[in-house]
């Protein structure tokens, strides 16, 4: 498989915001990788009409945005599916004020909680693992942001909490993805 590098949150910011669409690229990814970990099928075109329904209330993606969105579904899928892709999340350059990004983490667990949610079935059987990692999420989605903390260990805390969202969203789709492969993953504690 070629490897598919995903988009710089600022291209997908600057194409979201001369769409028609006011969405976050943290957002886009969260829900686009949500569907993935929660069981839309794996091909190119499945994970759209949930994805529209989520993001532009079924009123159809703009044709200016497909490129981009493609491109980042299947950078998604294709780092998920093999981790020596090194799947990561879309959030903004580490040049930005630390509060900026922990609300983008904020908005990328809120939209991987829709995505997983749309797709997932109640009938599906998921481990207790998973519904302590999906109720861990919840938790960093109501996240308060303190704004006068940019100190050396609020930092150190945000990548935690993104690399905890990172391999809890990874063990997900390992568990609940539809491409039928077994995985052997480790269990997050």
Known sequence: MDKVKLPLFADVNAQLQQSDLLVNPADVHGVICGLLSGG???DSKAWLAPFDELINEGLGIPDSLE????DVYSASEAALKDM???FELLLPDMDQPLETRMEALAEWVQG???GFGMVHS???KASDDVKELIADFASIAQMDVDSEDDS???EEAF???VEYVRMGATYCFNELSDSGDVKDTPILH
């Open 152 to 154: 050396n260990e609020a």
């Open 122 to 124: 109640t009938e599906t």
């Open 84 to 86: 020596t892709l090194g």
């Open 40 to 42: 839309v099928k794996l």
């Open 112 to 114: 991987f909680l829709g």
């Open 67 to 70: 490129a981009v969105l493609t």
């Open 159 to 161: 990548y935690e909490i």
